[in-house]
């Protein structure tokens, strides 16, 4: 990994700039954190942060997944170091054989509200772009997701502590190598992206190739018009289902007749926000569980049904849903 020149750097400072113009980008404070892998995703996030004056800083994670990763996290430092760019370097061990991945990103992120809570910063940007977005939708889809599930990676959320803005969703991937490489900033490929064991790399290697030549229309581009149309469909759902939930001392949260004549849509929405309601965010419930209160209901809701964490009742005219003792059986949506 070279130095980087500064002047053939500015000679893109137009890309850059433009990529943080977007309309409906969050607003960014004057300090925060890149996650930084040293991929071109986050390399080109980190300069275009940078260049418009921010006072970035380099949070890189070294997973430990081959001998190469403590030497590329040397030289990543070494790179912001000449780029005056404050750097930390966190590493995971003991990774598992199994679901190797979801127990990196539980570290990872564990490192970064660590780091949050050390230096301060609260603001944390990913470098997910627009290709990333269709390949996480179509992953969803064929995972079963609803509406909730298939709007995608959000601009902004919170985890924790931590705020997670993803700046880069509207941009395509190529066109930030195709700035990198103008530039003459080199990244570092990650090995793992082409192991076709992964979901996400079976459906950017092999699935959107094949559609795109079968003649369908752009993979990337339909993809994503299914995710603006499932970010339609799921606000129309909370809206339908906050019009029916109701808080109150006793528990109840909605009347049997209002659910009785929703639709199973609707009733999925309200179970969900009522859980989430009793039990916090973060909580909710499984398909499974979605499923038994379906046939629960279609019986005439009689007496109650666990819910593993909780206990949904019909009391008369009204739904309760009261805490249980045991674990909740839960699923991210």
Partial sequence: ??????????????????????????????????????????????????????????????????????????????????????????????????????????????????WSRQSGIDTLCLGHHRNDQAETVCMRMLQGAGPGGCRGMQ???????????????????EQLKHVLRAAGVSWFEDPSNRDETLWRNKIRRRLFPCMARQGVVEPVDLFLRWQQQAVRVDAALD???????????????????????????????????????LLGDG??????????????TQQGGRGGIDLSACRLERRKDRLHLKKAQARFDVSSR
Avoid at 157 to 171: E, F, N, Q, S
Avoid at 243 to 268: E, I, M, S
Avoid at 289 to 296: S, T
């Fill in 283 to 296: 909580i909710t419930p499984g398909r499974r569980h979605i499923e038994l209160v379906e046939i629960w």
């Fill in 239 to 277: 809206r339908a289902a906050g019009r029916l939930l109701q808080a109150a001392d006793d528990g109840g949260f909605c009347l049997w007749r209002a659910w009785q004549t929703a639709t199973p849509a609707v009733r999925a929405r309200l179970l969900q926000r009522g859980v989430r309601q």
């Fill in 155 to 173: 601009r902004e959320r919170r985890m924790g502590g931590l705020r997670l803005v993803r700046p880069l969703l509207h941009v395509p991937g």
């Fill in 1 to 114: 990994m070279h130095t980087i020149d500064e002047k053939q750097l500015l000679t893109q400072q137009t890309h850059f700039q433009r990529w943080l113009a977007a309309a409906d980008m969050p607003p960014l404070p004057q300090r925060l954190a890149v996650a930084w892998s040293g991929g071109a995703d986050s390399t080109a996030l980190l300069l275009a942060l940078k260049l418009a004056g921010f006072d970035v800083h380099a949070w890189h994670v070294d997973h430990g997944w081959r001998a190469s990763s403590t030497h590329e996290a040397r030289q990543l430092s070494a790179r912001a170091q000449s780029l005056a760019i404050p750097f930390r370097v966190g590493r995971l061990d003991d990774a598992p054989a199994t679901n190797r991945e979801a127990h990196a990103r539980q570290g990872r992120y564990a490192l970064f509200e660590a």
